[in-house]
């Protein structure tokens, strides 16, 4: 079975309520449709102006006329008077399909959201960030992309997609978050490498330096994971090599996790596995969020809404 194929099986055991907010897309009017009759879903789609939305047996709502709005606009005018909000701009901004959608999860009235076939990584993560808000102790929201290769092995590689230059804090929190969403996906328990140029003291750089202090307060969590830094990519993949580097390490030569010291170096790694590895890419898996809000590549088909959907399904936790 390949990773694809069981994150729709367990999706489908967990059945989740999931919204996706831009049904003006015709990609997401066919992904919505396709999780629901194949039951890896329950879909809330909203109503975009001038939509025309024909589904069968999907809830629509129309965030302009729904009666939950006046609630939603009340609890975003809380979270953002400190910003200078009104009440009357918390009213329409909530009316945004984003917005709403994201009011929908931090409600409690939806379980994730996807969203991004129409908007921008930015527009999403705002509405996200704003309105759900960051995971209690979360310094930052990342993500990860989930490496598939032809022979079966899974990867996962983090961050990639969201923050320029972590600092030693947020690098430590997107290692912890990349090891919790790698399980929650995949079953697999995480051994997480922190990459750098340097294994175990071997350079001495101020780059060097910033993983050695993330994988130091990484530590302090409470951590129930193999992971350990700063290790180059061939000690911690190779197994001859990581016993050379890093003979007193549990993750060098067969780590799963990787984190890359800046998006630099991330987004490079996965795109140079995508094209000479031949591995799939599945993400940018959002994380560091109180409840799974989910991003989408504007150039994706419907098959990879559907994906994300069933990822962001496994991602929440039931409290």
């Known amino acids: 079975m390949s990773i694809i194929e069981s994150i729709r099986e367990k999706a489908a055991s967990h059945k989740k309520r999931i919204v996706l907010p831009r049904s003006s897309d015709e990609r997401v009017i066919k992904a919505a449709q396709f999780l629901q009759d194949e039951e890896l879903a329950d879909v809330i789609l909203l109503r975009n102006k001038d939509s025309k939305v024909e589904t069968q047996n999907i809830e629509v709502l129309d965030p302009e006329t729904d009666e939950k709005l006046q609630e939603f606009a009340e609890a975003f005018y809380q979270k953002r008077k400190h910003k200078g909000i009104t009440e009357e701009q918390a009213l329409e901004i909530v009316k945004d399909p984003l917005f709403f959608g994201a009011s929908l999860v931090s409600a409690g009235y939806a379980d994730g959201c996807v969203?991004?076939?129409?908007?921008?990584?930015?527009?999403?993560?705002?509405?996200?960030?704003?309105?759900?808000?960051?995971?209690?102790?979360?310094?930052?929201?990342?993500?990860?992309?989930?490496?598939?290769?032809?022979?079966?092995?899974?990867?996962?590689?983090?961050?990639?997609?969201?923050?320029?230059?972590p600092t030693s804090d947020q690098l430590a929190t997107i290692a912890f978050d990349s090891a919790v969403s790698h399980k929650?996906?995949?079953?697999?328990?995480?051994?997480?490498?922190?990459l750098s140029f340097s294994t175990k003291g071997s350079a001495q750089h101020e780059r060097v330096e910033l993983v050695q202090q993330a994988f130091e307060k990484l530590k302090e969590y409470n951590i129930d994971f193999a992971v350990d830094g700063e290790l180059q990519f061939d000690a911690a993949f190779v197994e001859s090599v990581g016993k050379r580097k890093a003979p007193?390490?549990?993750?060098?030569?067969?780590?799963?996790?990787?984190?890359?010291?800046?998006?630099d170096a991330g987004n490079i790694a996965y795109k140079i596995t995508e094209r000479l590895a031949?591995?799939?890419?599945?993400?940018?898996?959002?994380q560091g969020l109180a409840k799974p809000m989910m991003d989408l590549s504007r150039g994706c088909e419907w098959d990879d809404i559907v994906n994300t959907a069933c990822v962001c399904s496994l991602m929440v936790i039931d409290v």
Do not use: H, R, W
């Not at 993500?143 to 320029?164: E, R, T, W």
């Not at 929650?184 to 922190?194: D, F, H, N, R, S």
């Not at 031949?278 to 993400?283: D, E, I, L, R």
């Open 248 to 263: 007193d390490s549990e993750v060098a030569g067969n780590s799963n996790v990787y984190i890359f010291p800046n998006l």
């Open 115 to 165: 969203a991004g076939s129409v908007s921008t990584t930015g527009d999403v993560l705002k509405a996200a960030i704003q309105t759900i808000g960051l995971k209690k102790g979360s310094n930052v929201v990342s993500s990860i992309f989930l490496m598939s290769f032809p022979d079966g092995k899974v990867f996962s590689y983090g961050d990639c997609a969201v923050v320029p230059y």
């Open 184 to 194: 929650l996906i995949t079953g697999a328990e995480p051994k997480v490498a922190m």
């Open 278 to 286: 031949g591995a799939t890419a599945t993400g940018p898996i959002i």
